[in-house]
């Protein structure tokens, strides 16, 4: 069974904090992203990674980075939190191959809360 | 303007009823398209994917793409309350990214 974990399900954190969430998936799969959810706004891409230490930057990278030292670990980092990123945070992961290397695999999602 | 536009709902139908879902699009390079199902404080998860136009069945659910019409839709047949869920339509160049749509949230009343 495919799986996309991440660190936290539920994260508290102040405004200036440096924040990190942390998203690793068993599938040995080459890309890797993370989104934001919103009510109203969908899901929206902040970076994505086609292999390791490689990322690019998605529809709203402002106040983010990532990291991806090793294929199966994606990290999204906050570098100074601040209210306007309190949101879901969801992590997904998919095959560069054929088939279907189109679908994406969803984490749980991590519900961020910047006070 | 974006370039997917997806049905914005809500949508609330009672148990047993045919519901429809419904996205289209701009961009004519999408060659790959998907509708991901998101319970509650959940995670999206797979539940329909299809190549070419023409529908594609699997249980209750029916997936149609008119690539002529750049129009998808998903139908629900025999709609139960356990199909209460955001529905994201998904399509794709390539493998790699995605372009979601904003989503359907859909009640089924018992």
């Known amino acids: 069974d495919v799986k996309v974990t991440q660190s936290s399900r539920y994260l508290v954190k102040r405004t200036g904090e440096k924040v990190f969430l942390e998203c690793v998936q068993d599938?040995?799969?080459?890309?890797m992203f993370w989104y934001r959810q919103d009510p109203g706004l969908g899901l929206r891409l902040i970076y994505f990674?086609?292999?390791?230490?490689?990322?690019e930057k998605g529809d709203i990278p402002e106040g983010y980075s990532v990291s991806r030292e090793k294929k199966e670990r994606f990290s999204l980092i906050l570098e100074s939190a601040s209210t306007n990123q309190t949101s879901m945070y969801l992590c997904?992961?998919?095959?560069?191959?054929?088939?279907?290397?189109?679908?994406?695999?969803f984490g749980p999602g991590t519900r961020l809360l910047v006070l | 303007q974006k370039e997917v536009e997806q049905d914005p709902g809500p949508l609330s139908v009672p148990e047993g009823a045919i519901v429809s879902l419904n996205c289209t699009y701009s961009?004519?390079?999408?060659?790959?398209f998907m509708w991901y199902r998101q319970y509650s404080r959940k995670g999206p998860e797979l539940l329909m994917y299809?190549?070419?136009?023409g529908n594609k069945e699997d249980g209750r659910f029916t997936a149609q793409v008119d690539k002529s019409s750049k129009y998808i839709s998903l139908f629900i047949r025999d709609s139960q309350p356990s199909d209460s869920a955001t529905y994201l339509c998904?399509?794709?160049?390539?493998?790699?990214?995605?372009?979601f749509g904003d989503g359907t949230t859909l009640t089924v009343k018992p």
């Open positions: 998904a399509m794709n160049r390539r493998a790699g990214k995605s372009t």
């Open positions: 990674s086609y292999d390791v230490k490689m990322k």
């Open positions: 997904a992961s998919s095959s560069s191959g054929g088939g279907r290397g189109e679908t994406q695999y």
């Open positions: 961009n004519s390079a999408f060659q790959y």
């Open positions: 299809t190549y070419s136009s």
């Open positions: 599938m040995d799969h080459e890309n």
